[in-house]
């Protein structure tokens, strides 16, 4: 039997990182820390409540939800002049993007991101027929700014991505330079909007703004988060985005009817409840991050400056022999990043212990 798959995916495996049962899982970038039991009964009562309802389809504008996401943006980020209306959100902000990607992207139509980034972008572009352009990060994975805005120029992509702290580098992209892109972006005929991936904002250092905080001043700005990351939420599935509410009423047109569930929007509002109590170990993984690099550095490592929950670190001749020596002494990290380079998420102490004695026998 021949199945009339689209060309361009025959043979392609599906993007996913290894799901293995080993004693520290340092490969997706979750936080280590699992919810307090009064955020797990919170939860589970809230979702027992929301079942009484489950004949019904749930709220399909989850209104309450986007109010709730707009307050914690209003706490966490100090930006206090979002409204439900310039809320949205999906199942991760994986789904957020792909949304991003219905309503803004298509044939004929180029996305612009920067290299080495998340490997999702492409997969986005590819399955909603857009044409994805990468331009090269500089070796220290910084933009080159004054190259990305003459790009935006050249290129006259209809979004450009940038996700900040970036993955797999960890970089942060200053608020001049998202300045400069949104300069840049005005100026695309047509229209360009920019698009900020902040999903490991939280992990940003001390007294750093969000890119939300320029969204009054540009409606082609938009902000997405998620609450899989310092959240410690992965497994609920919710990401969202902020943006002028003519972005949010792009997406809305794009999105399959009901597509936050009734389980889903319940787990959401009571972990918002909970933020401080889901967070209270970010702070501590800031400083195990920055021990992390410190004695990567110490042991000759490169690492590349990191704002987020991770260190990419190396060069490595066989990065392979490395990821395999360690995963063989139960540390799961990710061959992830140009060649020669691996990726550690950051776990507890515990795990990092781990990592760091298993490092030095892999290396010895
Ligand atoms: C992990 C990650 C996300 C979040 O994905 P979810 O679908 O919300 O779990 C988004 N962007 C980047 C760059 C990430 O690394």
């Known amino acids: 039997m021949t199945l009339p798959i689209r060309p361009e995916l025959a043979g392609l495996e599906p993007y996913g990182a290894p799901q293995l049962d080993v004693t520290a899982r340092l490969n997706v970038n979750e936080n280590p820390y699992a919810p307090p039991d009064a955020v797990v009964d919170a939860i589970a009562a809230a ?183 310092a959240f410690a939420l992965a497994g609920g599935r919710l990401g969202y985005l902020a943006a002028h509410e003519e972005v949010i009423d792009a997406l809305r047109v794009v999105r399959l009817p009901y597509h936050l569930s009734a389980v889903t929007q319940a787990t ?30 110490d042991q000759g490592y490169t690492v590349a400056d990191t704002d987020a929950n991770f260190a990419l670190f190396g060069p490595f001749e066989d990065r392979e022999r490395v990821f395999q020596g360690l995963l063989a002494r139960g540390v799961l990290i990710r061959v992830t990043g140009p060649e020669g380079w691996l990726r550690v998420s950051i776990g507890t102490p515990q795990e990092m212990a781990l990592f760091r004695s298993a490092l030095l026998e892999v290396t010895a």
């Open 47 to 229: 979702v027992r409540k929301a079942a009484e309802g489950l004949n019904r389809y749930p709220d399909r504008d989850f209104l309450l939800l986007r109010g709730d996401l707009a307050a914690y943006l209003a706490a966490e980020s100090h930006v206090d002049f979002l409204e439900p209306r310039n809320i949205w959100a999906a199942n991760g902000s994986n789904e957020v993007m792909l949304h991003l990607h219905q309503a803004f992207g298509g044939p004929g139509r180029k996305v612009l991101s920067f290299a080495p980034t998340y490997s999702m972008y492409p997969e986005y572009a590819r399955d909603t027929l857009t044409d994805f352009v990468t331009l090269p990060r500089r070796a220290d994975f910084t933009l080159d700014i004054d190259a990305a805005t003459a790009a935006i120029r050249d290129v006259a992509p209809v979004m450009v991505i940038v996700a900040s702290p970036n993955n797999p580098t960890g970089t942060a992209l200053p608020l001049v330079h998202v300045e400069a892109l949104l300069a840049a972006a005005a100026d695309v005929p047509g229209g360009c909007l920019v698009v900020i991936d902040e999903a490991y904002a939280e992990f940003r250092r001390r007294g750093v703004p969000s890119a939300a905080s320029l969204i009054p001043a540009h409606p082609h700005l938009a902000v997405s988060r998620t609450m899989s990351k």
């Open 268 to 297: 959401a509002r009571a972990a918002l409840a909970h933020h401080r109590d889901l967070q209270a170990q970010v702070d501590e993984i800031r400083a195990e991050r920055d021990d992390t690099v410190a004695w990567l550095r």
